[in-house]
């Protein structure tokens, strides 16, 4: 049975850093890409970052470009995120998801996700 289990969410000030992790068990995620979703109350769930088995990365709004970085390490079946000047605005519960059958940028197209981790900035 596939599972995704994220961690490192939490309470944080604005300007603050996190760093989210995914461990993947159950299947062979080596050859597939994973993503970050993210969903504020009274919002839809709405895509953050993403990338392919090989490394190459793709991220979501303006607003988290330069701030956040996906990463993965595939001998460990794990991602990441790296969350740096974080905002009130950024704060969500982070799902990681993984094998998308299209798409990338589409949470539909996601085979498998994780409970999700809450990430709260306070101002």
């Known amino acids: ?16 850093s996190l760093r989210l992790s995914c461990v993947a068990s159950g299947g062979t995620f080596s050859r597939s890409a994973m993503g970050w979703f993210r969903q504020a109350p009274g919002k839809e769930r709405e895509f953050v970052a ?4 090989s490394g190459l990365t793709e991220y979501g709004e303006d607003s988290v470009k330069g701030r956040f970085t996906i990463a993965r390490d595939n001998a460990k079946n794990t991602v990441s995120l790296q969350m740096k000047s974080l905002k ?8 990681c998801a993984a094998n998308p059958r299209g798409s990338i940028l589409s ?6 996700w994780g409970q999700g981790t809450q ?5």
């Open 1 to 16: 049975q596939v599972q995704l289990v994220e961690s490192g969410g939490g309470l944080v000030q604005a300007g603050d």
């Open 50 to 53: 993403a990338i392919s088995w």
């Open 88 to 95: 009130p605005e950024d704060t969500a519960v982070y799902y």
């Open 107 to 112: 949470a539909s197209n996601y085979d498998y």
């Open 119 to 123: 990430v709260i900035v306070s101002s």
